[in-house]
């Protein structure tokens, strides 16, 4: 029998195909989906105890309320940090072995960019504090580089992804950072606790409830 006359006497099998693969799609997108909103989840956490932490351990300007020591507060705040980005590099590696073709290769060095970015900047400002920068310059800068390399790897992410909202959520990090500083130490800490979290939170519940889907139909 030649496979044109199977295809005649078995007309469904394409159509069975093609609801398979779409099925297998939708599943792949839900989990993509899942991982990333538990990614924006976790970052929230860390941002919002990470720097509450930084801006209690201020005796001037700080929490009025009560006060975490230095030797707590920046551990602690350091500690969080590291744990968002190892989750980071986890999420986008695991990421790109759903992707197809090309975009899985683009998933995992999407994911280990994170990595690269974050040990640079520490490196960077290592450095800078070696070279003899202030206490102060360093309570705006620290905290301002890390969060413009977050915001700025969020759009490169909605790039990758065809994601307008994790790219709007990478400008509303840059923006944070911008008014921050002009804020100034110690009440950028407060404002890098509570815009930044509430921005994470909003897409978070947006892609849980599949308002905002985390990657076009087309890379799942």
Same mark, same amino acid.
């Given at each position: 029998m030649s /496979?044109?006359?199977?295809?005649?006497?078995? /007309? #469904?099998?394409?159509?069975?195909?093609?609801?398979?693969? @779409?099925? +297998?799609?939708?599943?792949?997108?839900? +989990?993509?989906? @899942?991982? !990333?909103?538990? =990614?924006?989840?976790?970052?929230?956490?860390?941002?919002c105890v990470g720097f509450f932490a930084l801006w209690s351990a201020e005796n001037v300007g700080g929490n009025p309320a009560f006060r975490i020591p230095e030797q707590v507060a920046w /551990? =602690?705040? #350091?500690?969080?940090?590291?744990? %968002? *980005?190892?989750?980071?590099?986890?999420?986008?590696?695991?990421? %790109?072995?759903?992707? @197809?073709?090309?975009? +899985?290769?683009?998933?995992?060095?999407?994911?280990?960019?994170?990595?690269?970015?974050?040990?640079g900047a520490g490196l960077f400002t290592f450095g800078l504090q070696r070279a003899g920068l202030t206490g102060e310059m360093s309570a705006l800068l620290y905290p301002g580089l890390f969060i413009i390399l977050v915001g700025?790897?969020? =759009?490169?992410?909605?790039? =990758?992804? @065809?994601? /307008? #909202?994790? !790219?709007?959520?990478? *400008?509303v990090m840059i923006a944070t950072v911008v008014v921050a500083t002009w804020v100034g130490s110690p009440t950028h800490y407060l404002l890098y606790a509570t815009v930044g979290p509430s921005a994470l939170a909003t897409v978070a519940v947006l892609q849980a409830r599949g308002i905002l889907p985390t990657v076009s139909e087309e890379l799942a």
């Open positions: /496979p044109l006359a199977d295809h005649e006497d078995h /007309p #469904g099998s394409a159509d069975e195909m093609v609801a398979l693969m @779409r099925e +297998q799609r939708r599943a792949t997108r839900a +989990q993509l989906d @899942r991982r !990333f909103t538990i =990614l924006l989840v976790v970052w929230a956490l860390a941002w /551990p =602690l705040f #350091g500690g969080l940090m590291l744990a %968002g *980005i190892v989750w980071s590099i986890m999420t986008g590696v695991l990421a %790109g072995r759903d992707f @197809r073709g090309s975009s +899985q290769l683009a998933g995992m060095l999407y994911g280990w960019s994170w990595s690269v970015a974050m040990t700025t790897l969020y =759009l490169t992410g909605a790039a =990758l992804e @065809r994601s /307008p #909202g994790m !790219f709007a959520l990478g *400008i």
